[in-house]
Each structure stands twice: as structure tokens, then as C-alpha cells.
Antibody, heavy 122, light 110 residues
Framework: QVQLQESGPGLVKPSETLSLTCTVS?????????WAWIRQPPGEGLEWIGY?????????YYNSSLKSRLTISVDMSKNQFSLTLFSVTAADTAIYYC?????????????WGQGTLVTVSS | QSALTQPRSVSGSPGQSVTISCTGT?????????VSWYQQHPGKAPKLMIY???KRPSGVPDRFSGSKSGNTASLTISGLQAEDEADYYC??????????FGSGTKVTVL
């Protein structure tokens, strides 16, 4: 059974950097698959942030609206992947979810973490 | 890219059928057969209900079905049950290795 768990600070100051980690259990991340981040501002809808392929060169792909502030990386030794978002503002306040893209077409998210709330405030 | 357009809310009585539409463009929904649907109960993570437009993951009741015509995808819930009351989001591949979610629809069981 694949399980994902987000971790990181719940409060970040404006203009600072938001860093979150997703720890995967029940599957060796180095075996492949695409791993994603999604966020949801309180009371609002889902927003796709980006994803990374966890094998070979580990190439990542980002939402164009966040691309200039965003890095997604993978640490195979820890079976984790991470999100780093620079220069945050109140608009980045959201529940952040990590998830895995499924097999076959790899265009759907079949396993999700429980989500972690990040608040941007001074 | 802009969010896909979904109705804000739909409702139905137990046993009835409801359909949720998800409208995009020829770049996303219309250009690919990679539409997925997610159910989200309050305070919970989203759950995959439909993928690749019409496919249902193991464990999802067969009263959930998906379809697509042109730039619009649809999720139909037949034989509505109380536990189906939740928010539903569509998601489509949008080309250039990116994805876009819908605006979300609240399903209310009357």
C-alpha cells in the first residue's frame, strides 16, 4: 500500500521561502513514476503546482504561473520528494498535497497525502 | 492556464442521477483523452473516481461514470446516495507537460 505524508512548517513569513517534503512509504521512489504537488487555498479549488519523474535525470515540470519561484526535487536515498517556493505572499496560503501519478497513461493521481496547511503571515 | 469551468453546485434526491460538466478548450479537454475526476469530502484529501475520461479505478462504485464530447467532459452519478455528497473536481492534461483542474462542483443530496 503506497502512502504519502507531507511535512514542513505551518507558518512562513511573507517574502521568505516555503519548503515542504513528501515522504513515500510502501514503494521505492527510485523505481520510477511521476510525483506531484497540488495546493488548495482555504475554501477554494485545487491548483496543480507541478511534478517530477523519479528516475534517471529526475526532470520536473511546473505550473507556468509559479515556474519562476518553484523548484521540485527528489531525494531517492530518503524516498522523498520536495517542493520549494520562493518569495511567498499571502496568496500562497493553502493546504499543500503531494500525490503520485498512476500507471498506464500516468495522467491521473491515484495516491494522495493527507495535506498540510501552510499559512503565509508575518 | 485558466481553470476548467464547472457548475458551482448540483443537487439531486437519493436514487436520482446527476451530471457534472467540465468545460475546457481544444488545448486541454478537447485535445487529449486524459480527463480525471476527484471526489473530496470536507477536511479530506481528494480521491480518484474516474481516469482517462471513462475508466473507473478498482473499488469505485459503478454508479460513477465519465464521458467526453468536444471540449466538455462529464461525470454522472447514477443512483445518488447520501455518501456521494462532496465536492468534485475534474482535471485534464493541458499539453506542454502541464495539467489544469476544474473550478469544483458541490454535490448536494437532498
Amino acid at each position: 500500500q503506497v502512502q504519502l505524508q507531507e511535512s514542513g512548517p505551518g507558518l512562513v513569513k511573507p517574502s521568505e521561502t516555503l519548503s515542504l517534503t513528501c515522504t513515500v512509504s510502501g514503494y521505492s521512489i527510485s523505481s520510477g513514476y511521476y510525483w506531484a504537488w497540488i495546493r488548495q487555498p482555504p475554501g477554494e479549488g485545487l491548483e496543480w503546482i507541478g511534478y517530477i519523474y523519479s528516475s534517471g535525470k529526475s526532470k520536473s515540470y511546473y505550473n507556468s504561473s509559479l515556474k519562476s519561484r518553484l523548484t521540485i526535487s527528489v531525494d531517492m536515498s530518503k524516498n522523498q520528494f520536495s517542493l520549494t517556493l520562493f518569495s511567498v505572499t499571502a496568496a500562497d496560503t493553502a493546504i499543500y498535497y503531494c500525490a503520485r501519478y498512476g500507471t498506464g497513461s500516468s495522467t491521473y493521481l491515484d495516491y494522495w497525502g493527507q495535506g498540510t496547511l501552510v499559512t503565509v503571515s508575518s | 492556464q485558466s481553470a476548467l469551468t464547472q457548475p458551482r453546485s448540483v443537487s439531486g434526491s437519493p436514487g436520482q442521477s446527476v451530471t457534472i460538466s467540465c468545460t475546457g478548450t481544444s488545448t486541454d479537454i478537447g485535445g487529449h483523452n486524459y480527463v480525471s475526476w476527484y471526489q473530496q469530502h470536507p477536511g479530506k484529501a481528494p480521491k480518484l473516481m474516474i481516469y482517462d475520461v471513462t475508466k473507473r479505478p478498482s473499488g469505485v462504485p459503478d454508479r460513477f461514470s465519465g464521458s467526453k464530447s468536444g471540449n466538455t467532459a462529464s461525470l454522472t452519478i447514477s443512483g445518488l446516495q447520501a455518501e456521494d455528497e462532496a465536492d468534485y473536481y475534474c482535471c485534464s492534461y493541458a499539453g506542454t507537460l502541464s495539467y489544469v483542474f476544474g473550478s469544483g462542483t458541490k454535490v448536494t443530496v437532498l
